[in-house]
């Protein structure tokens, strides 16, 4: 049985949720969220709670319960408090800055590194070591993070690069030799 499946949602004040067939639509003070969810999932919307129930025990279904919950409530989540991921830049002479909506970065190639804000998404630079990429839609937000991440991955000996904050980089030693 699937723990978190069965967990109501509840749905705060300010967020109003229409369920059309299998589309679910959360529109919040943040902004609004659509998304298509498996034919197999019961979703009902009964007064402020939404469950989700499963037709039996395949794994299939089992496996889409939970998700499917979880999917929902970060759509409430993100409609009504944003979702945030902070990456640091650290390196000498590597830094971020935002030119209109276009963040610009310089890692260490020939070039700056230039990178249109997807819909949806913001971008803050408060420093230039830290870029906050900001937005509802919390896959979209770790999907350009991530991307964000691979411009510069960080290496392992000197801890150059971009990570994320929460991040711990494994540092190896350099070779023995000299000092």
């Not at 049985?1 to 299998?22: C, F, H, W, Y």
């Amino acid at each position: 049985m699937s723990r978190i499946g069965n967990k109501p949602i509840t749905i705060p004040a300010g967020v109003e949720v229409t369920l059309d067939g299998s589309v679910i639509t959360v529109k919040g003070p943040k902004g609004t969220l659509t998304k298509e969810l498996h034919k197999n999932m019961k979703v009902k919307v009964e007064g402020t709670e939404i469950t989700v129930k499963r037709p039996d025990d395949e794994a299939l279904n089992r496996s889409l319960h939970g998700l499917t919950r979880t999917l929902i409530n970060n759509m409430i989540e993100g409609v009504t408090n944003q979702y945030s991921r902070v990456l640091e830049v650290n390196g000498v002479g590597y830094r971020a800055q935002l030119r209109g909506k276009k963040l610009v970065m310089n890692l260490g190639y020939s070039h700056p590194v230039e990178m249109d804000a997807p819909e949806g998404i913001t971008f803050e630079v408060p420093n230039p070591n830290q870029i906050i990429v900001k937005g509802i839609d919390k896959e979209v937000v770790g999907q350009t993070a991530a991307v964000i991440r691979t411009k510069r991955p960080p290496e392992v000996y000197r801890g150059k690069g971009i990570k994320y904050a929460e991040e711990h980089i494994r540092r190896k030693e350099g070779k023995a030799g000299k000092k």
